[in-house]
């Protein structure tokens, strides 16, 4: 009856006499590749993917597959009696006999326990092991992923990383001379199948030689194999039960794309461990009392029954099968996806090696084993970690790499990747290293990935079963244009051309704009308006920002790029911030939707009750406590216009101090010259150069105004129009003041000169610049239209990158004076000021605050 319903289903399922050999699919992998991604992976047009490590997109007859299954069925709860509840036991069991089947793990020897992910059954065997009565001791390999890590925190009889494949070797050939261990407990060593930072393949030997030197050294020795990154291109062979590890734990989405669900794999014999394990949950016991007595008595059929807490994810293990059957059909095994993949990162990583800038000196920095050789199934996988190098050997920031890339629809990895070890021992960090970067703010995502002359992470590329040649020649072509500085470029940065000079002529400030809330449209100040200026920049800049109803989290355009079509404008009149949403694709774009909300800082009117504290908004990294409107009109209409659930929030005007965050630019070191040693009257408090003055910022980024010269843009733009690109508007730059040079200079412009600039006057007021804006994609994003483009980044990255990060335009703050007079009113700025260049410290008046 099953065997019918299966086949009106039209799957295809394994059966003991069929063989890896027969593919019933009409293309022939790898051969049609090409054909085979165009028909089942309609995600990969138009982008390369080279993150297979992370996740492996799903095909699309998978989906469909999976689909059938789901109209054509009802299925129940398992733990019923019920028809539907028993086609899906029954439909479970068979899934588990195919995973078995799909490793060759014998069923009289082995169970499948299916659990959320790799890391979930990493934790289940942690369980088992941390109940035991003399707890256990934990032995990790360098090259782990963190979940396998994590476990140390729990090993009550010590832990330990081997930091070599050599120091593996002799911990097992001495444990069987040394007879009975050092303590009565269990002992667990763990260690990836594949390094999932650089794909080095480590021996699956090492868990039949532990067994084998536990039982002469009398040790209760097990093994843990992470298989998870390297079943995703490879088979694993678990047929000879004895030199197989005990436990191995896998993610089906590193495989297959879909569905979300991972397997513990366990040796029937070394299951008992995990007996041990003290919770118990609905669907492992078969009696609990409660009442009066407290006492359970566990199933004991399965090792899996005494596993799997609660209702199994049913439909989950249901689109497994359907993914076992899409995934064989198109690809037919692991054997020939191990095949394919090895022969594309021979290629890339022979030709990442072999690159070299004009001067001679390599490009790429690659972390390969030495143990492990490309092309070799055996020993490495198809996984690339590297860094880049510029021609003078300084690092290329790999956040500047992973932007580019994403301009150039290459999606890749970069950072710590989750192994801990394994970028400690490739780029050669101490603790004492990791704990300082800590210290100094460096984080997981953080873009400060360049500290003490070191990378903090590495790029990674990575191929998968769909992945072709075209990938490989995509991110070669690349590499080669943004990052090897040939003859020609090196000749012409190391000219004297190249040196910004020191304009002759005079600079006005051409506009000045507001960004009221953060990431959004900019409102240009009226000419002829005087506007005041604050330590946290112009008036209402960055006062407001939109945030996650759910995380509360700020929004920026560089994820939500619509946020460029929302209008805000001031209307000092009505006493309102006026609020449009202009599309310029609409019918009407004009007669868009419109809110106001009250200038007024008072809660009340931004729908808070008095009293309120206000709620811990993440900005660029900062918690910040904000005042989040709880009026419906307001959130209804930012969610309208994103697409997300949303609401506008406002810094707080009873924030302690000024601000409760600070300026975060630093002068560039290829800016600056040296400073001296003192300023006398340039610091009310201290003489030394070591005083810092915090300057103030709203929900700006980084400082409190950007200024970009117009001489600047206006070169940049020559250079995208050499290369056949769309201009740049000054829009996109996202900068307070705009300053440009005076009808005199036309044909005798300074572009970059404000790279040299340290103090400025404008009209009245004096500035400090505080270091170049570094700059990401989100210049790409049309502030007319919020569509993505290529530049000015692309151009950018090949002319303004300063040790290793795109710079364009200057961070910068109001100089307030110590010295007050009665006279003394608001600071302003106002359109056609005069712009001066203060050399020198000594043109600064007496009582000046400066950071330094």
Same mark, same amino acid.
């Given at each position: ?100 089947? *799909? ?106 030689? *532990? ?48 569905? +979300? ?12 461990? *995990? ?42 293990? *249901? ?56 092309? +070799? ?33 290459? #999606? ?56 072709? #040649? ?20 090196? +000749? ?78 001031? +209307? ?6 006026? !609020? ?15 809110? %106001?909300?009250?200038?007024? %800082? ?31 009109? !307001? ?29 975060? %630019?630093?002068? #560039? ?140 335009? #200057? ?42």
């Amino acid at each position: 009856m099953f065997a019918e319903y299966r086949d009106s289903l039209g799957l295809r399922w394994p059966k003991p006499t069929e063989t890896k050999a027969q593919c019933p699919s009409s293309r022939c992998y790898p051969q049609d590749i090409d054909l085979i991604r165009k028909e089942q992976y309609p995600m990969l047009q138009d982008t390369t993917y080279l993150d297979y490590a992370g996740t492996t997109p799903f095909a699309k007859a998978l989906i469909e597959r999976f689909s059938t299954d789901m109209m054509s069925n009802l299925f129940g709860n398992p733990h019923s009696a019920s028809p539907s509840s028993q086609l899906s036991t029954q439909r479970i069991e068979d899934v588990r006999l195919r995973v078995l089947r *799909l490793f060759n793990a014998d069923p009289a020897e082995f169970d499948v326990v299916f659990v959320a992910n790799a890391t979930a059954g990493i934790k289940l065997v942690m369980e088992g092991f941390q109940a035991h009565p003399k707890g256990f001791w934990f032995g990790y390999h360098k090259d782990s992923h963190t979940s396998l890590v994590g476990v140390r925190e729990t090993a009550t009889c010590g832990q330990r990383c081997f930091t070599s494949d050599s120091e593996v070797e002799r911990w097992i050939a001495q444990m069987a001379e040394d007879g009975q261990g050092a303590n009565d407990g269990l002992e667990l060593f763990a260690y990836p199948g594949q390094s999932n930072m650089n794909g080095r393949r480590l021996p699956l030997d090492w868990c039949r030689r *532990l067994r084998e030197s536990a039982a002469v050294g009398h040790r209760s020795a097990f093994s843990l194999l992470d298989a998870a990154a390297l079943v995703s291109t490879s088979p694993l062979d678990l047929s000879n039960s004895a030199k197989a590890p005990d436990f191995t734990v896998v993610s089906f989405y590193k495989i297959f794309g879909f569905p +979300d669900l991972g397997a513990l794999i366990l040796r029937k014999e070394a299951g008992q461990v *995990l007996q041990q394990r003290r919770y118990f949950g609905g669907g492992t016991v078969d009696m609990v009392v409660s009442l009066q007595e407290q006492w359970h008595a566990r199933k004991d059929r399965h090792l899996h029954e005494q596993l799997e807490d609660g209702t199994l994810p049913i439909h989950s293990i *249901l689109a497994l099968d359907a993914a076992l059957d899409t995934h064989e059909s198109i690809f037919c095994s692991l054997e020939k996806i191990s095949s394919h993949t090895a022969r594309l990162a021979r290629r890339l990583y022979d030709e990442l090696s072999a690159l070299r800038h004009g001067n001679g000196e390599p490009v790429c920095a690659i972390y390969k084993d030495s143990t492990s050789t490309y092309g +070799d199934p055996q020993s490495q996988g198809p996984i690339i970690a590297f860094n880049i190098r510029n021609s003078l050997g300084a690092w290329i920031s790999n956040t500047e790499l992973e932007k580019l890339a994403a301009i150039k629809s290459i #999606q890749l990895r970069t950072g710590g990747v989750c192994n801990p070890g394994g970028i400690a021992s490739a780029l050669q960090l101490a603790p004492w290293e990791m704990k300082r970067n800590f210290s100094a703010g460096q984080r997981c995502a953080a873009e400060n990935d360049i500290m003490g002359g070191k990378p903090t992470g590495v790029a990674r590329v990575s191929f998968g079963a769909m992945s072709t #040649q075209a990938d490989v020649e995509k991110f070669l072509s690349f590499i080669r244009e943004y990052f090897v500085e040939s003859k020609v470029f090196l +000749d012409q940065t190391f000219s004297s051309s190249s040196i910004p000079r020191t304009s002759e002529g005079h600079f006005t400030v051409e506009s000045l704009t507001i960004y009221p809330i953060k990431s959004c449209a900019g409102w240009k100040v009226p000419p002829k308006t005087p506007w005041d200026i604050r330590g946290e920049g112009l008036a209402w800049d960055r006062e407001w920002c939109l945030v996650h109803q759910g995380t509360g989290a700020a929004l920026s355009q560089k994820r939500y790029p619509r946020m460029a079509l929302i209008r805000p404008s001031i +209307d000092f009149t009505k006493g309102v911030l006026r !609020v449009r949403l202009y599309d310029a694709k609409a019918a009407e774009p004009e007669s868009s939707q419109e809110i %106001a909300v009250p200038l007024s %800082a008072d809660p009340k009117y931004f729908g808070i009750g008095t009293g309120s504290n206000g709620q811990a908004t993440q900005v660029c990294g900062d918690m910040v406590t904000a005042h989040m409107s709880n009026l419906p009109e !307001v959130s209804e209409f930012f969610t309208k216009a994103i697409g997300i659930p949303c609401t506008l929030a406002r810094f707080p005007s009873d924030a302690p101090g000024p601000s409760m965050r600070y300026s975060k %630019a630093h002068l #560039q070191p290829y800016q600056v010259a040296s400073l001296p040693e003192q300023v006398p009257g340039s610091f009310p408090h201290s003489e030394s150069r070591q005083s810092i003055v915090k300057r103030p910022i709203l929900f700006s980024n980084e400082s409190p105004l950007l200024i970009i010269s117009r001489s600047s843009l206006n070169r940049l733009n020559e250079q995208i129009k050499e290369r056949g690109g769309k201009a740049a508007q000054a829009e996109v730059f996202r900068a307070n003041i705009v300053v440009s040079e005076e009808p005199s200079a036309y044909g005798n412009e300074s572009p970059y000169v404000e790279d040299s600039w340290r103090f400025l006057q404008i009209g009245t007021q004096l500035f400090q610049i505080l270091g170049s804006c570094r700059r990401c994609q989100m210049v790409c994003i049309d502030q007319k239209t919020a569509e993505k483009n290529e530049e000015p980044f692309s151009t950018l990255a090949k002319t303004r990158r300063f040790d290793g990060k795109i710079f364009f335009g #200057q961070h910068s703050c109001h100089l307030p004076s110590a010295i007050k007079s009665q006279s003394a009113q608001h600071p302003t700025v106002m359109v056609g000021d005069r712009v001066n260049n203060l050399e020198d410290y000594q043109e600064l008046p007496k009582g000046v605050i400066v950071n330094l």
